[in-house]
Protein backbone atom coordinates (compact mmCIF):
# COMPACT_ATOMS: atom_id res chain seq x y z
CA UNK A 1 0.00 0.00 0.00
CA UNK A 2 3.25 2.43 0.81
CA UNK A 3 3.48 2.42 -3.11
CA UNK A 4 0.11 3.41 -4.09
CA UNK A 5 0.17 6.05 -1.27
CA UNK A 6 3.51 7.44 -2.74
CA UNK A 7 2.18 7.12 -6.55
CA UNK A 8 -0.94 9.59 -5.29
CA UNK A 9 1.61 11.68 -2.97
CA UNK A 10 3.39 12.18 -6.31
CA UNK A 11 0.49 13.67 -8.40
CA UNK A 12 -0.69 15.96 -5.51
CA UNK A 13 3.48 17.11 -4.70
CA UNK A 14 3.34 19.52 -8.02
CA UNK A 15 0.16 21.71 -6.64
CA UNK A 16 2.41 22.06 -3.04
CA UNK A 17 5.40 23.20 -5.03
CA UNK A 18 3.70 25.32 -6.59
CA UNK A 19 3.08 27.33 -3.73
CA UNK A 20 6.19 27.01 -2.24
CA UNK A 21 5.85 23.41 -0.26
CA UNK A 22 6.17 19.59 0.14
CA UNK A 23 5.13 16.84 1.43
CA UNK A 24 6.89 14.01 2.18
CA UNK A 25 5.96 10.59 3.31
CA UNK A 26 7.11 9.08 6.56
CA UNK A 27 5.07 6.19 7.39
CA UNK A 28 2.14 3.84 6.46
CA UNK A 29 0.59 1.69 9.27
CA UNK A 30 -1.18 -1.60 9.02
CA UNK A 31 -4.00 -0.40 10.13
CA UNK A 32 -4.16 2.78 7.11
CA UNK A 33 -2.93 5.29 8.87
CA UNK A 34 -0.94 7.67 6.28
CA UNK A 35 1.59 9.70 8.59
CA UNK A 36 3.36 12.53 6.18
CA UNK A 37 5.52 15.62 6.71
CA UNK A 38 4.13 18.85 4.98
CA UNK A 39 7.83 20.83 4.51
CA UNK A 40 8.60 24.19 3.29
CA UNK A 41 5.70 27.00 2.69
CA UNK A 42 3.27 24.61 3.90
CA UNK A 43 5.02 23.66 7.24
CA UNK A 44 4.32 27.01 8.37
CA UNK A 45 0.72 27.99 6.75
CA UNK A 46 -2.12 28.62 8.93
CA UNK A 47 -3.68 26.39 6.20
CA UNK A 48 -1.71 22.97 6.41
CA UNK A 49 -4.25 21.20 8.75
CA UNK A 50 -7.16 22.24 5.78
CA UNK A 51 -4.88 20.79 3.43
CA UNK A 52 -4.05 17.76 5.07
CA UNK A 53 -7.15 16.94 5.71
CA UNK A 54 -9.10 18.11 2.82
CA UNK A 55 -7.11 17.81 0.52
CA UNK A 56 -4.39 14.97 0.78
CA UNK A 57 -6.55 12.68 3.25
CA UNK A 58 -9.42 13.46 1.09
CA UNK A 59 -7.65 12.10 -2.18
CA UNK A 60 -6.19 9.60 -0.56
CA UNK A 61 -8.95 7.93 0.54
CA UNK A 62 -10.90 8.38 -2.31
CA UNK A 63 -7.90 6.26 -4.55
CA UNK A 64 -6.73 4.03 -1.89
CA UNK A 65 -9.90 2.51 0.30
CA UNK A 66 -7.61 1.18 3.11
CA UNK A 67 -6.98 4.91 4.22
CA UNK A 68 -8.40 5.44 7.05
CA UNK A 69 -6.38 8.97 7.92
CA UNK A 70 -3.73 10.96 7.43
CA UNK A 71 -1.58 12.27 10.28
CA UNK A 72 0.88 15.31 9.79
Known amino acids: MKEKVQEVLNR ?3 S ?5 GDV ?3 NVTDDGVVK ?5 ACAGCPMSQMTLKNGI ?3 LKAEIPEVKSVEG
Open 36 to 40: VKLKG
Open 16 to 20: LQADG
Open 24 to 26: ELI
Open 57 to 59: ERL
Open 12 to 14: IRP
